[in-house]
């Protein structure tokens, strides 16, 4: 990028002021966007018109600054009196950005003004139905597979979408909304033993092993 806009985006941080910026084509628009997220020292929100547009800036972006920090917040696929829910994907997604948020992990809040607009489960709420497993844990398959449905997860003989889990013997596989793949957790007696992916094609386990993870609700109304 040449001078020119490296300046420009001093002088909008500097000033802290609206700005308006014409002339802007194809590419230029995410290349300035992405000097103004390196230069800013807080976060930066960006608000589409469209969920579309959200998901193409977010490709563009991840393209100039990497996947790291750069979120999207949808909307959900529902209308607000539909005899429906959202869909758990959907939801789970919006949530593991909310934790993303709470963890301080986002450099770029990509959303619309449909998801703004969307009431949010209370913070509190959604902290305490958060649950952490590490390695060692002494939790038993049977307390676990009791939780999961009470986070929004359906039981399934399959793991294929996130939102579904399965429980064959002493292993559980669980697809997270914040994984591009699925897990397999296994125990040994009532001690969490294991977390590794696994391939939803081969069912084969990838070799490397997580010390810990976080199961996030996939529904955004929890009933106590």
């Known amino acids: 990028m040449n001078s020119s806009p490296q300046k420009a985006v001093q002088q909008l941080i500097r000033e802290s002021q609206c700005t308006n910026w014409y002339g802007l084509r194809g590419t230029s628009k995410t290349m300035l966007l992405s000097e103004v997220i390196r230069q800013l020292p807080s976060m930066m929100v960006v608000i589409t018109e469209s969920y579309e547009k959200a998901e193409q800036l977010q490709e563009d972006l991840e393209w100039f600054l990497g996947q790291e920090g750069i979120c999207l917040f949808p909307q959900w696929d529902t209308l607000p009196y539909d005899n429906c829910s ?29 998801a703004l607009m969307q009431k949010l489960m209370p913070r509190e709420e959604f902290i305490k139905a958060k649950q952490l497993l590490e390695v060692g844990d002494l939790v038993s398959t049977e307390s676990l597979l009791r939780i999961l449905p009470e986070l929004g997860y359906v039981q399934v003989d399959r793991v294929e979408e996130i939102g579904e889990f399965s429980a064959h013997g002493k292993m559980i596989d669980v697809f997270l909304a914040q994984f591009e793949k699925p897990l397999r957790l296994g125990w040994r007696q009532d001690r969490l033993y294991t977390i590794q992916h696994f391939q939803i094609d081969t069912q084969l386990t990838d070799t490397a092993e997580l010390e810990s993870i976080t199961i996030l609700p996939v529904k955004e109304v929890l009933y106590s």
Do not use: D, N, Y
């Open 86 to 114: 959202p869909h758990a994907e959907l939801s789970g997604r919006r949530l593991s950005t909310l934790e993303a948020l709470l963890s301080g992990k986002v450099r770029c809040l990509i959303t619309t003004p449909h």
